[in-house]
């Protein structure tokens, strides 16, 4: 597309942006950073020290009525869903959910109200898991795997295991037939053990499945009432934080989940980054703000009515104002989110811009962009390689299955194409030296998956 047209068809973009009807997620942390556990790669334990004079981290009820009302009347949308998160939002204690409840009740008008509440699991029992079905909330827990991937990092402040309360958890929830999902931080540990968490997380009963990669950096040299984890906009020293997930290593493991997934498992088990694949690739919305062009349109509030422009970026810098003080309407469709969202994509490096796989990463999280290009710009995003790799590998895969949309058949017809092509009998091609890596990383095999082999 010229340059003028592209201009002209963003500018066209933006506008429609600006004028859609209200429509936007606010993750709300009503015990702030409060939490039981003491992740080692948690990026909001330290968000305490935004508050150094608070003690109590607990919203108030009539913080949670002004929220409610201004939160369902802001979406002018049939369906409005609340996302409950933390720090670990059971600390709130079931009361005030059942509040919120008949608060949502109240302000709903003709609009649907639903619940999302994302939870370390250890904290459940019998009465949060009736609550949770009689009010049809979806559950999504915190798990990273098998017992020693999970363990590696997810500990209690005493430095205690945490698997077995978590697992006791999802025992609860099946026991009440609460429908729930899985959330799992990627990080320099599990990122080995691919297949193996795929596997786990399907025998547990988990039906859709979330993958987290972690990169965070940590700042030098700063005061221990400062934040340590900084976003990408920092500009003083910095190091990788030592749980940061390596892109390639990321790359392989989507890659070998996606390969078990594509051949077994399509439209019986859905994994997040897969269904956003598909959906890039016919051109369709990807449901997630990470493989979208722009974002914006989820913010974060916490426990005493302050919104951020999102969960990744509550810094000083990313302060939008308190619902007590300004209308949470105005704080969504302000110019200053507005500019935050278009970010993702206008500050996208010349390198991203030129890339086949644009369309299907939109340079992912900004946040994750810390890395500097081939020609020395800064913005890369750290997992770009790993990226590259994945969205190469699954290309067949994806063509497939958008050609069968397209003639309004089934994506999972997939695995019967697959097992049709491979039912062929095939002399294995072993790459020579100077070949090309079959694994998609650009590199030659020497240097890349046949090194030391050879």
């Known amino acids: 597309m010229p340059a003028e047209r592209r201009k002209t068809a963003i500018l066209f973009t933006d506008a429609l942006k600006l004028k859609r009807p209200a429509a936007f997620n606010v993750m709300v942390k009503p015990a702030g950073s409060v939490c039981n556990l003491n992740c080692a790669y948690c990026y909001y334990l330290e968000k305490r020290k935004l508050y150094p004079e608070k003690k109590d981290f607990r919203m108030t009820e009539e913080l949670l009525e002004e929220f409610t009302k201004q939160y369902i009347e802001a979406n002018e949308v049939p369906v409005v869903t609340f996302t409950w998160q933390g720090g670990e939002p059971t600390l709130m204690g079931l009361e005030f959910f059942k509040r919120a409840i008949e608060l949502q009740k109240k302000y709903a008008g003709r609009k649907r109200i639903e619940n999302a509440f994302q939870t370390n699991g250890t904290t459940l029992n019998d009465d949060w898991c009736k609550f949770f079905k009689d ?38 929830l099946q026991k009440h037939s609460v429908e729930f999902n899985t959330l799992s931080v990627v990080n320099d540990y599990n990122v080995h053990f691919a297949k193996e968490t795929y596997r786990f997380l ?21 005061k221990d009432d400062s934040l340590k984890l900084v976003s990408n906009e920092y500009g003083n020293r910095t190091t990788v934080a030592p749980w940061t997930v390596n892109g390639k290593d990321y790359g392989k493991f989507l890659i070998t989940i996606f390969d078990e997934w594509v051949r077994n498992d399509v439209a019986r088990y859905f994994v997040q980054i897969f269904d956003a694949t598909l959906a890039n690739w016919v051109g369709e919305m990807p449901g997630v703000c990470v493989f979208a062009g722009t974002c914006g349109d989820a913010l974060v509030m916490e426990h005493n ?3 951020y422009s999102c969960d990744h970026y509550v810094y000083p810098e990313n302060f939008l104002g308190n619902i007590l003080e300004k209308p949470l309407i105005e704080m969504a469709r302000s110019q200053e989110q507005f500019d935050f969202g278009m970010k993702k994509r206008n500050n996208l490096p010349r390198q991203c811009m030129q890339c086949d ?23 890369l995003n750290y997992l770009c390689e790993g990226y590259k790799m994945f969205y190469r590998h699954v290309t067949p895969y994806m063509d497939f299955m958008a050609k069968e949309l397209q003639n309004k058949r089934a ?11 491979e039912s062929r009998v095939v002399k294995p091609v072993i790459p020579e030296r100077n070949d090309p890596c079959p694994c998609g990383s650009g590199k030659k095999y020497k240097n890349c998956c046949g090194k030391g082999l050879l």
């Open 135 to 172: 009010n049809n909330i979806l559950v999504g827990i915190s798990i990273d795997g098998p017992e020693h991937n999970h363990d590696h990092y997810r500990k209690t402040y005493s430095g205690g295991p945490t698997f077995r309360r978590v697992m006791k958890g999802i025992e609860l």
């Open 202 to 222: 399907k025998d547990i009963g988990s039906i859709f499945m979330q993958f987290l990669p972690v990169v965070e950096r940590v700042a030098e040299g700063i």
């Open 305 to 307: 009515g302050d919104v």
């Open 357 to 379: 796989v644009l369309f299907a990463c939109h340079g992912e999280c900004p946040k994750h962009r810390i890395a500097i290009t081939e020609d020395g710009e800064y913005g």
């Open 411 to 421: 994506p999972a017809n997939v695995m019967q194409w697959i097992k049709n092509r």
